[in-house]
Nanobody, 125 residues
Framework: QIQLIQSGGGSVQAGGSLRLSCTVD????????MAWFRQIPAKEREFVAQ????????SYAEFVKGRFTISRDSAKNTVYLDMSSLQPEDTAVYYC??????????????????WGQGTQVTVST
């Protein structure tokens, strides 16, 4: 069964940077669209960034454009989220997600089949 194992996260001061990693165990991510979502208490899980399997195209939520970068290393079955210029509003639990192989997936939660365990990112002033 597919497993998404997240690492990274933690606490950082406003303006700082963090890298989140998500490694898919026992599966290749080559044909899977990968994404990052985040969830703040009392809010629903929201889309952050996507890395499409087809051509490596990326898309981002408007509130992270220019600050966050999603990338993948297919040889390591790992997807990354590089976050810079972090602000307190970015504080959330961040989740890695994988769509089914060759599936088209966008920004909706129900388009992703498998999820990581989540990792806390806390940005302080």
């Amino acid at each position: 069964q597919i497993q998404l194992i997240q690492s990274g996260g933690g606490s950082v001061q406003a303006g700082g940077s963090l890298r989140l990693s998500c490694t898919v165990d026992g599966r290749t991510i080559t044909a899977r669209t990968m994404a990052w979502f985040r969830q703040i208490p009392a809010k629903e899980r929201e889309f952050v960034a996507q890395n499409n399997w087809r051509g490596g195209r990326t898309s981002y939520a408007e509130f992270v454009k220019g600050r966050f970068t999603i990338s993948r290393d297919s040889a390591k079955n790992t997807v990354y989220l590089d976050m810079s210029s972090l602000q307190p509003e970015d504080t959330a639990v961040y989740y890695c997600a994988a769509a089914s192989p060759w599936a088209e997936a966008g920004s909706r939660r129900d388009e992703y089949k498998d999820w990581g365990q989540g990792t806390q990112v806390t940005v302080s002033t």
